[in-house]
């Protein structure tokens, strides 16, 4: 074997044997228990390089840091510190890449007392590729009173609903209705009569086959909040039947977590009224335009304090997908964040997104 080949199945090993059995956090305990984000600016830098500190948080104790690095062609391995439950919870990924580049979850999982999460990334047509990317990982449990927002989330794995989370203490459900299409129902997260908040959904497959999941569309029955997920096979656009995680927060973080972070916003380019939320500026604070085809700039004021994140996923009935074009830029206190969509092939194409950021604080 291989030097090369050995230091990438020790590294794989950290994940693959990880235990998955770590006590959870008290049932009545507040969103969110536990949670991590990072950014990856350098995907092939060894395991385990700290990764850039300004965009960087979790809940663990002051001192250790989030790491990563490099364990195959566009495999990267994110070590989260001192936060291990497993395989529970809830991660999202976004490429930062303004070429066609996109990323996908692999698994996630505990080593000791770390949460590693395994992301692999592509270039367009479903080879694996070095990409910097945007990484976020959360655990939830316990019910939020009303008003103070809602955060939901759910795990499908080969078809069917493998783990949810809901503030509300309701159900979550999730059928696959067809070909690469899913129908998840967030059972009393909403806000009766409009649509609100904001949903994040990323591709997820424990062989690293090339994939791609997005939002199809989605809308509100009273509290419920009906989302519609589609995805594709990257190298031929087709539907395809795949694993992927779902999240919806509504007056809160990306991360679940509120009060802090008292800095956070998010905004789906189809729609109006409250999916278009900052805290602690309120509804339609947000701006959007285009800058060029399928590019778009997203201006969150007033959001830009301390370490920061942010995710982006595509909306509509095709398989075009959108990105974060590149690190978004601070201007003061308010962040601007570029969005790149395209085709099935890489090629610029306009698409509606959402989008979402949030500070640390």
Known sequence: MSLRLRHL??????????????????ATAATADR???????????PVWTPLPAAYQFGSWAAGPVATGGKVAPGRFLVRFPNIAL??????????????????QLVRWGSSGADEIVDVQCFRPGGIPADTPFTVLWTVSSGILPAGVGAYASAQVLSNVLAQSYNSA???????????GIYALRFLAVGTAGALSGNVQVTAQQPNAQARRCKILRWGATGPDVLVYVA???????????????ASFHRERSVYASFGPPKYFGYLATPFVGPTNYSHPLGVGANGFGPTGVGTYTVKFPALHEKSTTAQVTAIGDDPSYCTIQSRWAQFGSDAAVPVSCFSNAGRPQDSEFSSTFSSSV
């Open 9 to 26: 199945c020790a590294a794989l090993a950290v994940v693959l044997a990880a235990t998955l059995a770590i006590p959870g956090a008290p």
């Open 86 to 103: 497993g395989s529970r919870g809830n991660a999202h990924v976004t490429a930062v890449a303004r070429d066609g580049r996109f990323c």
């Open 35 to 45: 949670f991590g984000f990072a950014y990856v600016a350098d995907p092939t830098v």
């Open 231 to 245: 995805c594709h096979d990257p190298a031929t656009g087709a539907l395809i039947n795949s694993d992927f995680t």
């Open 169 to 179: 203490g309701a159900p979550v459900t999730a059928a696959n209705v067809g070909v």
